[in-house]
Nanobody, 114 residues
Framework: VQFVESGGGSVQSGGSLVLSCVVSDFPFSRAPMGWFRQPPGEKREYVAL???????EYIDSVKDRFVISRDNDKNMVWLQMEDLRPEDSGIYYC?????????WGRGTQVAVSS
């Protein structure tokens, strides 16, 4: 199982980024996929989820600003982030929603300055 995230960077408040995740050796097309983040000095937290049928859910703080999407043919999942805020800073990870939790990738760093 491998999750490879990319697309992070440094932006100012109000900026936008699109994160990508390529998934391999995982039953991607049948699995819910999630984006998670780990703010500096804090624990990793759940951000957004997309089911195999495309149903999505988000934590309240990113609703109306982030959009999660997937392509089951390409084994990829994206997180489009708009109106970024300093509190969105952290390392972002994608992972399959499964038990046991698959190994985490290296993530991609997002830094939002005020």
């Amino acid at each position: 199982v491998q999750f490879v995230e990319s697309g992070g960077g440094s932006v100012q408040s109000g900026g936008s980024l699109v994160l990508s995740c390529v998934v391999s050796d995982f039953p991607f097309s049948r699995a819910p996929m999630g984006w998670f983040r780990q703010p500096p000095g804090e624990k990793r937290e759940y951000v957004a989820l997309i089911m195999a049928d495309g149903t999505t859910e988000y934590i309240d703080s990113v609703k109306d600003r982030f959009v999660i999407s997937r392509d089951n043919d390409k084994n990829m999942v994206w997180l489009q982030m708009e109106d970024l805020r300093p509190e969105d800073s952290g390392i972002y990870y994608c992972n399959g929603i499964a038990k046991p939790t698959p190994p985490w990738g290296r993530g991609t760093q997002v830094a939002v300055s005020s």
